[in-house]
């Protein structure tokens, strides 16, 4: 049973950075495919972005592409999302998830996920 750990959430101003960290229970983080979620209040679970195994192929929603930016760290068994110009719209709690042999479409469009993370809270606020 993968556990997966999320950091990095909290209250920032709009325009401001955070990165969120996605930390796994066991080294075999390097088999799944992983994607970053959201949930704000009244709406939906939405992949905003997600990364292969390789770490090479990403995909991006369309309104967070050009501001946010997946990565992993293989020896560090942790996926990152650093997030920059954020909004009020991007208010959420984000989850992190996997899926292990897989593509990042299926993760982050078709939103097929084996793992979840419990949340870490972003709030976006003056």
């Known amino acids: 049973q993968l556990q997966l750990v999320e950091s990095g959430g909290g209250l920032v101003q709009p325009g401001g950075s955070l990165r969120l960290s996605c930390a796994a229970s066991?080294?075999?983080?390097?088999?799944?495919?992983i994607g970053w979620f959201r949930q704000a209040p009244g709406k939906g679970r939405e992949g905003v972005a997600c990364i292969s195994i390789s770490g090479i192929i990403t995909y991006y929603e369309d309104s967070v592409a050009g501001r946010f930016t997946i990565s992993r760290d293989h020896a560090q068994n942790t996926v990152y999302l650093q997030m920059n110009s954020l909004n009020a719209q991007d208010t959420a709690v984000y989850y992190c998830a996997a899926k292990r042999d897989t593509t990042v479409r299926t993760i982050c469009v078709v939103r097929s996920v084996d793992y979840w993370g419990q949340g870490t809270q972003v709030t976006v606020s003056s």
């Open positions: 066991e080294s075999t983080l390097g088999y799944y495919t």
